[in-house]
């Protein structure tokens, strides 16, 4: 069946309808911003193509491969687990799945999540699998960050992008999710992903941002609270994203050039946040934030 996921159905529709001409090309790269439903999508595809008795809109649900695939123990499917890398040693076990009979007597289906992961070794040894990938053998990888993928990867696999969602669709889902109001920057700020949008608002923590949002733009705004707006910032995880949507709407209302040094001050910290540590981060965030508010001024 096909997905609940409005801004899914188009691509999904289209997968399946090449995936049940036997048009599908044995490498499919889904991209997509984290939180716009990849993982949804790729195992939506990984159970069609098992399927013994596929429909137009997905999987039947109740061959004997569907069951093997809702009970996790269908032995021609193999989900990577990804920690925090791809190791050579799990591509070999892709190779050795792909290359094997299938044991249902369908099609073999390898689903990579995470696949900008792969370390350099393990990606060569996947563009053998990718040439030679095996009769009704098929790969499904998806990612975030294609552009950390080697080209030989991305020349050998069919790229379907799924963009940001920022529009009334996927609004109005977010908000029949959830039984309390979703705040309106909620959906900007997580990149257009809906599905981490809803995260954020089911665990609370899109109250938390809203306070620290409020918080951030006076400051901004009037150079006051520095200590206890560094003290409730410095543990947030979405604070990248906290911080490109405060700067994006300051320049937005301001109807005005931002000062050239803005975003790429963001952006030295974003990229320095993970080395610095402890109290190192701490005085670092501290002068973000006065060189932020000296640069608005």
């Not at 997968?15 to 790729?42: D, S, V």
């Not at 998806?142 to 552009?147: H, K, R, S, W």
């Not at 899109?206 to 206890?228: D, E, F, N, W």
Request: glycine share 6%; net charge neutral; proline share 6%.
């Amino acid at each position: 069946m096909t997905t609940s996921l409005p801004w899914l159905q188009h691509t999904e529709r289209r997968l399946f309808e090449l995936a049940c001409r036997e048009q599908l090309h044995h490498a499919i790269l889904l991209t997509g911003p984290a939180g716009i439903g990849k993982h949804i999508l790729a195992k939506q595809l990984a159970h069609l193509l098992l399927c013994l008795d596929p429909l137009p809109d997905g999987a039947c649900g109740h061959c004997k491969s569907c069951l093997l695939g809702k009970a996790g123990h269908h032995p021609d499917l193999l989900l990577l687990e990804v920690t925090s890398s791809i190791s050579v040693d799990q591509i070999r076990d892709i190779s050795l799945l792909m290359q094997s009979s299938p044991q249902q007597g369908g099609a073999r289906v390898v689903v990579v999540p995470q696949a900008e992961k792969m370390t350099e070794s393990a990606a060569n040894a996947l563009l053998k699998t990718l040439e030679e990938p095996g009769q009704r053998s098929f790969l499904i990888l998806y990612t975030a960050f294609a552009e950390q993928l080697m080209p030989t990867i991305l020349s050998r696999c069919q790229r379907w992008d799924i963009p940001a969602q920022y529009g009334d669709d996927s609004r109005q889902w977010l908000a029949q999710q959830s039984p309390d109001p979703v705040p309106d920057f909620l959906l900007e700020l997580c990149g257009g992903a809906p599905l981490k949008a809803l995260t954020l608002q089911h665990s609370g923590e899109a109250l938390t941002l809203a306070a620290q949002l409020k918080a951030l733009q006076a400051y901004l705004q009037s150079g006051v609270g520095l200590a206890a707006l560094q003290k409730q910032l410095e543990s947030q995880p979405e604070l990248a994203a906290l911080l490109y949507y405060t700067v994006r709407h300051w320049t937005l209302q301001q109807q005005q050039l931002p000062p050239p040094q803005l975003f790429s001050r963001v952006a030295r910290w974003c990229r320095d946040e993970q080395r610095i540590l402890g109290q190192n981060k701490s005085l670092a965030l501290t002068t973000l934030l006065l060189d932020l508010h000296q640069l608005l001024r």
